[in-house]
């Protein structure tokens, strides 16, 4: 959920360069910042609350040695004394951190004993102190790796020593990448932060150490010492695609990129789709697991297998996955559905399954990230980097490839792809001026509304859970995604006169039960908003969408994406940055 941003090298700006790292990663969500730099004499340090995006470094002294964080409070509160960077009682150590370490009251009150001074009521100010209790008597890198052992958790963190101009980097859990550039070097928390830097990277393993200063990296087992070669990858994103160029918000940028994503992924997966259908195929028992957004397309994901394939593949939302996989075995198949590749929840889960002998297999938007590198099998999402924090393109990704998967499943991948082509023409019309200024009206009308429910059956139920989650997780309405037929099951009562009721209704065998429903939130007085090929006399908003066969709730996702998003611009908050959200929820 940090950011973590480390320049060493010849320039001069360090700060500044760290400050744009910074704001690259500002996405992952965070609620204060902080930089420090190297000068001759100490670590000069700036730290404030709040927003990153107005912020400067002019005042701090030139340096070629510097880092940065953003953070996203866990022990201690939103302060500038409890934001990162943390120094040492000499001024001399610096560190920045991401994770949690557990064992920190422990840790504390040995320290405590040997007279450190504690300023803050953070966990990280503890191993800052560990690391210049150990140093008294052995090398700085030694130091570091004596306190990451002593540290119970998942912590990655960079200890800044001001005596050798050398970074000590070391993970267990959270991201971190080392960026190798001509002299100069550099650490990330995020791989697309380094974009205008470098694109040689080696992303650290779990217990691995890098000692980066300008000229070189070395590279260790933090828990046997033993040297490793660092596992150069070149990076393929480019620096455009982590811009928002035009676009007033990285949301809607990439609420438009979606055609074009499903577009390369119906031209280029083909062979990739037919060699992990077989990888099914031979499997005993399959499931989908995943996170949020990624959760609701294991949902469909279910769907579509059942229904193009005639195939059970299971799915489970990833924190719930580890309380029920004691039937795994050596034969078991998961396939793990995340953008980032770092949700805590799905890893730990991955990694329980994996202890069950169970193969991985991983469909995945960042290549390098933890479950690309734990997974036996990796299927790239290929929607480029999403830096909303509301995740749309990734989403749209994984259900053109679970049509894919599904179409290859059943021996048919070119009706598969034939079908995602169909979406794309879908989805180009949704993202037209005229139904985006009608989604854009629909906004302004019901943008005071307290609740909003959304209905799908079959394929558009988990279309209804994933528009109900954009609404709710930018705009902060309320909004509950609903299989129609449980209406009448309870959360009809909830419905009054006015209350916003969209049903989605595609060309399929749910048509006439789903207009069922529309009509008793019709008769309880809801507003209703059909989504649908045609209109109906029972709508109160239409809002139009062209039938792509499966692939229908991919378009009905995007027209509930652009409500979600206009509806957060009426209410004037900031879509690419929800409350209390991060990116990547690298934490439990
Ligand atoms: O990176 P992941 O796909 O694993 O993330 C999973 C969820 O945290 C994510 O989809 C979350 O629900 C989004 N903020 C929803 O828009």
């Known amino acids: 959920m940090c950011g973590i941003f480390g320049y060493v090298g010849p320039r001069t700006d360090g700060a500044t360069i760290v400050l744009a790292g910074l704001k690259q990663l500002e996405y992952r969500g965070y609620d204060s910042w902080g930089v420090a730099v190297a000068s001759p004499d100490k670590i000069v340090v700036k730290k404030k609350t709040g927003k990153i995006g107005e912020a400067n470094v002019k005042d701090m002294p030139h340096s070629s040695f510097a880092f940065g964080h953003t953070r996203w409070a866990t022990h201690g509160g939103v302060s500038e004394v409890n934001a990162h960077p943390h120094l040492d009682c000499t001024g001399t150590i610096a560190i920045i951190h991401n994770g949690i370490l557990e064992n920190y009251e422990v840790l504390k009150q040995k320290l405590l004993t040997k007279n450190h001074r504690f300023v803050s009521q953070t966990d990280t100010e503890v191993a800052v102190h560990l690391i210049e209790e150990y140093a008294k008597r052995m090398l700085f890198s030694k130091a570091v790796q004596q306190a990451f052992n002593d540290m119970e958790g998942l912590n990655a963190f960079i200890a800044m ?41 080696h992303f650290l393993e779990d217990d691995e150490m890098a000692l980066v200063s300008a000229a070189g990296v070395m590279m260790f087992n933090a828990r046997t010492g033993v040297r490793i070669k660092p596992q150069k ?5 480019s620096v455009a695609e982590v811009e928002k160029g035009s676009y007033p918000f990285f949301m809607l940028k990439e609420i438009h990129e979606q055609p074009g994503v ?20 031979q499997s005993h028992g399959a499931y989908m697991v995943g996170c949020g957004t990624a959760a609701y ?69 960042v290549l390098g990230s933890s479950l690309w590198r734990i997974a036996d099998y990796t299927l790239v999402i290929g929607a480029g980097p999403e830096k909303g924090v509301a995740s ?93 037929g449980e209406l009448k099951h309870g959360p009809l009562a909830l419905v009054e006169k ?87 929820v690298t934490v439990k």
Request: charged share 20%; hydrophobic share 45%.
């Open 161 to 201: 020593n001001r005596n050798n101009n050398q970074f000590v980097a070391v993970r267990s859990g959270s991201p971190l990448v080392v960026g190798f550039g001509n002299g100069e070097n550099f650490l990330a928390s995020d791989a697309a932060a380094l974009l205008p830097y470098t694109r040689q990277v």
């Open 233 to 237: 990858q070149t990076l393929t994103w």
């Open 262 to 281: 499903m577009a390369d992924i119906a031209a280029d997966n083909a062979e990739h789709a037919v060699k992990l259908a077989g990888i099914i195929r």
């Open 297 to 365: 397309a294991c949902l469909a994901g279910s769907y579509l297998f059942s229904k193009i394939a005639r195939r059970h593949v299971n799915w489970a939302i990833g924190s719930e996955f580890g309380y029920q996989l004691d039937f795994l075995t050596d034969k078991s198949l998961i396939l793990a559905l995340s953008q980032s590749g770092e949700t805590m929840d799905l890893l730990d889960s991955v990694r329980k399954s994996k202890e069950k002998k169970a193969k991985i297999a991983a469909l995945v938007n």
């Open 392 to 484: 749309t393109k990734a989403f749209i990704g994984k259900l053109a490839h679970l049509t894919l998967l599904a179409y290859a499943l059943d021996g048919r991948i070119r009706e598969g792809q034939k079908v995602v082509t169909m979406a794309v023409k879908s989805a180009k019309t949704v993202l037209g001026e005229p139904t985006v200024s009608h989604i854009q009206k629909l906004a302004k009308k019901i943008k005071k509304a307290r609740h909003v429910y959304v209905i799908g059956r079959g394929l558009s139920y988990p279309a209804a859970l994933e528009i109900a989650l954009k609404i709710k997780e930018i705009s902060y309405i309320h909004a509950e995604g609903l299989a129609a």
């Open 498 to 584: 006015g209350t916003p009721c969209i049903a989605l209704l595609p060309d399929d065998e749910t048509y006439g039960a789903n207009l069922a429903g529309a009509m008793e939130m019709k008769a309880r007085g809801g507003y209703i908003i059909g989504i649908s090929h045609k209109p109906h006399e029972v709508f109160d908003y239409y809002v139009p969408i062209a039938d792509a066969r499966e692939a229908t709730i991919i378009p009905m996702v995007i027209a509930g994406q652009l409500l979600a998003y206009y509806l957060t611009i009426a209410r004037g908050f900031d879509p690419d940055k929800p409350r209390n959200l991060a990116k990547s």
